[in-house]
């Protein structure tokens, strides 16, 4: 798995999904090499690590990813 860890905040790759930042809330027992993640508006998600990375100061600060 990659480097992050629950409560670190992300974003998804594709670019074609919501711009949206979501937090890890754990690790997926469901789908190997997947997060759980969750965001205000939305109920938990399972991404794989290669779908997610951390957020720049700038997408935190418009919560939102900036494509």
């Known amino acids: 798995m990659s480097e ?3 409560g670190d905040k992300v974003v998804r790759l ?4 919501k ?5 890890v809330v754990g690790i997926s027992n469901v789908f190997a090499g997947s997060y ?3 965001s205000d508006d939305e ?4 991404f794989h690590a290669k779908e997610l990375r951390k957020p720049t100061i700038m997408e935190i600060q418009n919560n939102r990813r900036i494509d």
């Open 36 to 38: 759980v993640c969750e």
């Open 43 to 46: 109920l938990l998600n399972h």
């Open 4 to 6: 992050l860890n629950i």
């Open 14 to 17: 594709n670019r074609k999904t």
């Open 19 to 23: 711009n949206k930042i979501w937090k």
